[in-house]
């Protein structure tokens, strides 16, 4: 244990570089939280437009921020490589997607009417729909710019400038999404309309502020950030052909995820209510398991960059390890005390709509949790250490694959021709994620990433 605590890849390496990510996540998501908290105390018509507006801006923007993200293991390897000029050539190309990306986005403008008629919502939540979405999709080039921006200090293992800078981004987006929203001091009552220009807002905050800690003279000298800014043919489609499938399957995995909510709400509000307090729940697992899965990937990118792939096996070794036993605590808190952890979302509204039947059922769906939640550490390390080679296409055919073939289809079917109920579903989704855990594994051990990479071939670096 004292021996793998120290050393490349060591307990010390992973959680150095992997904590401020898992922080960084946490910003995110306590940005999200409040957002949501705030239109929920402002009014019933807001926060029933946030959500399937937020998710289905999110669904699209997710595919440009796959590959924009993917920067990180470009990053990674030209560092591990020694190559440092290659490092600003590249940032660069992440920069000119990102344009791209924004032109992209902003006309989506234009689909939000259409969109969201088809939902069959109330005329004034559908308003109300419209207005969040084009204001996060009129923004949403600021969303991909920030993790191509991050990338540069990311993919060097300087996660603590990226935390901070997200930090920074929190602190601007909280009380400037409360005054807007209800119109404080000298701020006008903008209500959704504000709440959305909040969130781009903290996001070009977060963008402007690493821009500012990368374009200097001192960094141009170092990596080129300046003076390498021309478009790089080669490494941008490099960039394509590997984010692309990055891209494609956090979209699927996006869209298999809401697919299966909005599946389960076929089975009536009760069903729905505990699904998503169980999956609200479950975040307390699955996010400190993102930041693990970025650092994994950066750490196994800086290994092979420097071709030294045991490097990349010891911190993939050591990130199970600490992942698994924390997930094996926090599956053990699921199965002891459900009650207590179900008892925090418990409001008046859910009190006069049946509380104990979503009580009961939310006991078993978080059983459902803590089991699957032990594969889900093999699914994110071992698809993360894999991209962090390149091995993006088999990650993208086998969620692809599995999510439709295991989970969204056979609950349709379920669903809609079987009668299933609640539990069946969950069946579902429990299975598709062991599956995929097992066969990333299995990809891992397989050891072909081990030849792999996102970068041009050089000189080997070997051992003294």
Known sequence: MFDRWKGPGGYRHVLNVSLPLVVSMGSLTLMLFTDRLFLS??????????????????????????????????????????????????????????????????SLFWIAGPLFSLAGHSPEIRRLEVIYFRVLILGAGTSVLGPALASFFSGRGLTRVVMITNLMGAGINIPLDYCLINGVGPFPELGILGAGIATITAHASIALILAVLIFNKKNDREFGVIRHREFDRDVFVRLMRFGLPNGIQFFIDLFAITAFVFLVGRLGKEALAATNIVFSISTLAFLPMIGFGLGVSILVGQALGRNRPWEAETATRSTVHITFCYMLSVAMIFVIAPEWLLGLFRTRAHVTDNYEDILRRGVVLLRFVAFYSLFDTLFIVYASAIKGAGDTRFVMWSTGILSLGIMVIPVYIAVFYLGAGLYSTWTAITAYICLAGLLFRWRYFQGKWKTMRVIEHHPPILES
């Open 41 to 106: 105390r402002y009014s019933i018509d807001t926060i029933s437009a946030a959500m399937p507006a937020g998710i289905a801006s999110f669904l699209f923007i997710s595919f440009f921020m796959g590959i924009a993200g993917y920067l990180n293991v470009f990053v990674a390897q030209y560092t591990g490589a020694g190559r440092k000029e290659r490092v600003g050539a590249s940032l660069w190309q992440g920069i000119y997607f990102s344009i791209g990306a924004y032109f992209i986005l902003a």
